[in-house]
């Protein structure tokens, strides 16, 4: 394991620890919330009871692997606490932008549908201010797609169509596509999840904000939480 993946496995250890028997879970996109996925398998094998919603279809695919129960909104509503990456932290407000795993209109749904919000980061994902080098992910229907995109310009973004491996257009598992916008500085990032939000085609934004997440920062050192 290289530094930053000792980083991450701290903070995703340190979140793992706080789960119990009998909690429904979020389970998050990304390689640390894939590092978390992995220890709760090593717990579920030992006998803790939990059932778990994944946020995408690899997280779903590495839970069943690993023997961990799935559920859904329909049987399970509301969930007890959930464990995910983020691709920024601002601290203090906490604010977070996410989706760079391209999970995120499923990730915002579950964290909005849970009583604790775990983030599990390194320390290279805490800035001073959002935006600049990482883009804010908007995922959007594909139907007038380059139109919704052209909006997205109009408030100030600079767009890049997500690509595949293959050169393809990124496809998310809703179906949907997603443009990684580029901002210099987000100064006000409510008033632009307002603006990128109200662009007809949008479907959501990688903006998580409001959701008082309690974020775990993985160092050399062990974890320490924000
Ligand atoms: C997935 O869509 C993202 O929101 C991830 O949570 C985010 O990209 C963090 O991933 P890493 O833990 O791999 O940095």
Redesign the pocket.
Do not use: I, V
């Given at each position: 394991m290289n530094t930053t993946q000792n980083a991450?496995a701290f903070a995703a250890e340190k979140a793992v620890s706080l789960i119990e028997s009998g909690m429904k879970l979020g389970l998050?996109?990304?390689?640390?919330?894939k590092i978390a996925i992995d220890l709760l398998g090593k717990r579920v094998a030992e006998g803790l009871r939990i059932v778990g919603i994944p946020t995408s279809q690899r997280s779903a695919e590495q839970a069943l692997a690993l023997g961990i129960p799935l559920t859904n909104f329909e049987e399970t509503p509301r969930l007890d606490l959930t464990i995910?990456?983020?691709?920024q932290v601002l601290p203090g407000s906490l604010q977070l932008i996410?989706?760079?795993?391209?999970?995120?209109l499923r990730?915002k749904i579950v964290a909005f549908a849970s009583d604790r919000y775990l983030i599990v980061v390194d320390e290279s994902k805490i800035v001073s201010e959002l935006g600049g080098k990482v883009p804010v992910p908007v995922e959007v229907v594909e139907f007038g797609w380059n139109t919704t995109v052209e909006r997205l310009t109009k408030i100030g973004a600079r767009p890049v169509p997500r690509r595949d491996a293959a050169g393809a257009l990124y496809r998310t598992d809703t179906g949907n596509l997603i443009a990684d916008c580029f901002f210099e500085q987000i100064k006000d990032a409510g008033r632009l999840e307002i603006e990128i939000k109200s662009i007809v085609g949008v479907v959501e934004c990688g903006l998580f904000l409001g959701l008082k997440p309690e974020v775990i920062v993985g160092t050399l050192a062990g974890a320490r939480i924000l």
């Open positions: 991450k998050g996109t990304g390689s640390t919330a995910d990456g983020a691709d996410k989706g760079l795993g391209g999970a995120l990730e």
